[in-house]
C-alpha cells in the first residue's frame, strides 16, 4: 500500500476542478438519500412557490415515478431554465438572508442534483402567461425545451431515478419500504401544514387525502387517525425563548419506539435531539424505560435564534440557547400533565402495555362530539375530568425532576388551592380486593390502588429523596483505576466537576483519553468503575441535554436510579399481602407526599378509576 494511501490507489495526482455532472452527482448523494428524499425536496419546492393544493404521484416506491403538481406561482421561460443549474434560486439574496431563513427550500442544489440521477420533466406556467413552458432533462443532460400547454403552476416529473447510477439503486429498499418513507415524511408534512390540501396517489390508485383545515387537530385526526386524535391532550406554553403548541398521549397509551414523536420547527419537520430528549425526558416518571409517548410538538422561535443551514436536506437545525429551548419544551410537557386529574377509566385504559395498530399513533377508542359520553379534545381544555386525564396531580404541580435554573425566562405555572389535588389520604377506603387492590371510594367513582405499584412508588421517591438531601457517600477504591474513554466523553466529565463530586465520584484527567477514579459512590460499591465512568460519561455527553439542578441526578445516573428501583420493589408489600386498614391508609397517605407519577418506576400503573357513569351504565341505570 502506497504510503499516505488508505486504499493502495495513487491518489498523487494535480488538483482539479471537477466537471459539472460529477459535481450533480456528488450533491445527489447528499441531497437525495432515497425517493422519499426527493418528494421532499419537490414539494417543499411548491410550497415555497406558494402552493395551496398538491398532487404527490408516485409508482413502485418512487423508484419508476414520483411527480409532484401544485397550484402556485408557476416560473417564466428564463426562471425555469436557471432553477435547473447549481446554486439558482429565488429564495436568498444575500448572506444576510442566512440569518433569518423562512422557506423551506434555499440551497439551490435539489433539481439539478435531481436531474443528474434519473430522467426529469418540469413544465410550468405562471399565472397570467397564455401558455407554459416545458423542460426535459436526463443524467443532467438537457434534452429539449418547448412551449408547452399546462396549469398555472408547476409539475415536475421524476422517472427512472438512479438507473443510470447502478450502484445507487441497488440500495434502494423494497417499493413497500420506499413508499412507507414517503407516507411518513407527507404525513409529517401536513401535520405542520394544515391549511394547504394534499392528494396522494400510489401506483395508480388514490392513497391519501388531506383537505385543508383551519384547525390543526381535525389534520392531526386525518394524519393520524380519529381513534390516535381523541387521545391526545393539547398543550400550550409561551415564554421569550418561543411558543409551543402539542398534542400529547397519555402514559396508559405508550408505543415502543419513538416513531409517534413528530416535531417542527418553525413549521419546518425536523429530527431534533433537543425537542425529541426534551418531550422524553417530561414523561421520564410517567413511562418505564423502553416506552415511548406520542406527541405532536409545534416549536415557534425567532428565525434569528434558529440555524436551519446545517445539513445539506435540511432535516436538522442548531439553537442558539439549546438548553432554553428543551426547558421550554420539557416545561409545556409537563404543565399539561400537571393539568390533568385523572389516569383513566378502568374501561378506557387499555391493558399495560398498550400496542400499536395504527402507524404513528397508539390504539385508542374513536373520537366523539362534546356531547358523547367520553367527551371531545374540547373537553380537555375545560377541565372536565374526561378519560384521558391521567395524573392525580393539582394543577401547576410539577415533579421534583422539574426545577428551573435561576436564570430561566420560563416561569413557574401558579400552584392553585389545595383542593385541586386529589388527596388519597382523604378518600373513603371501602377495602381490599384479593389482597392486592385497595378499593377507594373518589368524588367520581371508585379508585384502585395498586397496593405494590403504589408502595414501590414511594419507597423509591423517599429512597431517591434521602439520597439526594442527605447528601452522597463516597467509597474510596483501594487503587486508584484508570478508565480511558473518548475524548468528546472525556471534556463532558471535566466540565461538570462539580455535579460529578455531587454524586459521589472523585475524578481526576489523566493524559488526554483517560481519568483517574479515586472514588465511586458508595451504594455502588462493587461495581465496574470502568461501567460507571464510562455509562456517566455517555448521559452528560452532550449537556443540553440534561435535566436542570440536582433532583435530575439519579436518573443521569442511571445505575443508581436502578437500585433504588430494585430497592424500593423487594421491599414492597406484595400482591397477596393482607394489609390491616392501618397500613393501607399509610400507603394512600404516602402517595400525598411524594411527587405525583401515575406508574411505579418499572412502569405498571399505580390507580385507575372505575367512574359512576360507567358503574351507573352497568346496572341499566342510564
Not at 197 to 210: G, M
Request: hydrophobic share 40%.
Amino acid at each position: 500500500m502506497a504510503p499516505g494511501s488508505q486504499t493502495g490507489k495513487d491518489l498523487r495526482k494535480p488538483v482539479q476542478r471537477l466537471p459539472d455532472a460529477l459535481v450533480d452527482q456528488i450533491a445527489a448523494g447528499e441531497v437525495v438519500e432515497r425517493p422519499a428524499s426527493v418528494v421532499k425536496e419537490l414539494v417543499e419546492n411548491a410550497l415555497d412557490a406558494g402552493a395551496t393544493r398538491i398532487r404527490v404521484e408516485v409508482r413502485e416506491g418512487g423508484a419508476s415515478l414520483i411527480a409532484v403538481t401544485d397550484d402556485g406561482r408557476g416560473m417564466p421561460q428564463g426562471d425555469a431554465r436557471l432553477a435547473l443549474q447549481r446554486h439558482a434560486t429565488s429564495k436568498i439574496d444575500s448572506i444576510d438572508d442566512l440569518l433569518s431563513i423562512g422557506s423551506f427550500g434555499f440551497r439551490g442544489e435539489a433539481l439539478p442534483a435531481i436531474a443528474s440521477v434519473s430522467r426529469l420533466r418540469l413544465s410550468t406556467r405562471e399565472e397570467g402567461a397564455d401558455e407554459g413552458w416545458e423542460i426535459r432533462v436526463e443524467g443532467g443532460e438537457l434534452q429539449s425545451e418547448r412551449t408547452a400547454g399546462c396549469a398555472k403552476g408547476t409539475r415536475v416529473e421524476v422517472a427512472d431515478l438512479f438507473a443510470a447510477v447502478p450502484a445507487r439503486r441497488k440500495f434502494l429498499k423494497k417499493p413497500a419500504t420506499e413508499w412507507g418513507h414517503i407516507k411518513d415524511w407527507l404525513g409529517r408534512l401536513a401535520l405542520a401544514l394544515p391549511g394547504v390540501h394534499f392528494e396522494v396517489r400510489h401506483d395508480e390508485r388514490p392513497s391519501l387525502i388531506w383537505p385543508a383545515t383551519s384547525d390543526p387537530l381535525d389534520r392531526v385526526a386525518a394524519v393520524l387517525g380519529e381513534e390516535a386524535a381523541s387521545l391526545l391532550v393539547p398543550a400550550t406554553f409561551e415564554a421569550t425563548e418561543g411558543h409551543v403548541e402539542a398534542y400529547l398521549s397519555g402514559p396508559e397509551h405508550a408505543r415502543a419506539n419513538g416513531n409517534g414523536l413528530y416535531l417542527f420547527v418553525n413549521g419546518r419537520p425536523v429530527r431534533d435531539p433537543v425537542l425529541r430528549h426534551a418531550v422524553v425526558d417530561a414523561y421520564r416518571d410517567l413511562l418505564p424505560r423502553g416506552r415511548f409517548p406520542t406527541a405532536v410538538v409545534f416549536l415557534t422561535v425567532p428565525p434569528a435564534s434558529l440555524d436551519v443551514n446545517v445539513h445539506p436536506a435540511k432535516w436538522e437545525v442548531r439553537f442558539a440557547d439549546p438548553r432554553a429551548i428543551h426547558r421550554l419544551v420539557r416545561h409545556c410537557v409537563r404543565d399539561a400533565m400537571a393539568e390533568r386529574r385523572w389516569l383513566g377509566t378502568a374501561v378506557a385504559s387499555p391493558p399495560f402495555p398498550s400496542t400499536s395498530s395504527v402507524p404513528g399513533a397508539p390504539e385508542a377508542a374513536p373520537r366523539r362530539g362534546p356531547g358523547s359520553e367520553r367527551g371531545s379534545e374540547r373537553d380537555f381544555e375545560r377541565g372536565s375530568g374526561a378519560a384521558t386525564d391521567w395524573t392525580f396531580a393539582r394543577q401547576g404541580e410539577l415533579g421534583a425532576t422539574d426545577r428551573l435554573d435561576p436564570g430561566t425566562h420560563v416561569a413557574e405555572a401558579p400552584n392553585p388551592a389545595d383542593g385541586d389535588r386529589v388527596r388519597f389520604g382523604s378518600l373513603r377506603v371501602v377495602g381490599q380486593l384479593l389482597a392486592s387492590y385497595l378499593l377507594v371510594e373518589g368524588k367520581q367513582g371508585l379508585v384502585l390502588v395498586d397496593q405494590h405499584a403504589a408502595h414501590e412508588r414511594i419507597l423509591y421517591e423517599q429512597l431517591r429523596g434521602q439520597w439526594l438531601d442527605q447528601g452522597v457517600s463516597s467509597q474510596a477504591l483501594l487503587m486508584p483505576e484508570t478508565v480511558t474513554i473518548e475524548a468528546l466523553a472525556l471534556a463532558a466529565l471535566l466540565e461538570a466537576e462539580a455535579r460529578i463530586a455531587r454524586l459521589g465520584f472523585d475524578l481526576e484527567a489523566f493524559g488526554e483519553d483517560a481519568v483517574l477514579v479515586r472514588s465511586i459512590p458508595a451504594l455502588l460499591s462493587g461495581k465496574n468503575p470502568a461501567e460507571l465512568v464510562r455509562g456517566l460519561a455517555r448521559e452528560m455527553q452532550d449537556p443540553d441535554l440534561l435535566g436542570d439542578g440536582e433532583a435530575s441526578d439519579t436518573r443521569l445516573l442511571r445505575a443508581a436510579d436502578q437500585i433504588f428501583a430494585t430497592l424500593a420493589c423487594h421491599s414492597a408489600r406484595r400482591f397477596g399481602d393482607h394489609l390491616e386498614p392501618g397500613e393501607q391508609r399509610a400507603i394512600l397517605r404516602g402517595l400525598d407526599e411524594i411527587p405525583w407519577a401515575p406508574t411505579c418506576p418499572h412502569g405498571r400503573p399505580v390507580a385507575v378509576s372505575l367512574d359512576v357513569a360507567e358503574i351507573e351504565r352497568r346496572f341499566g341505570r342510564r
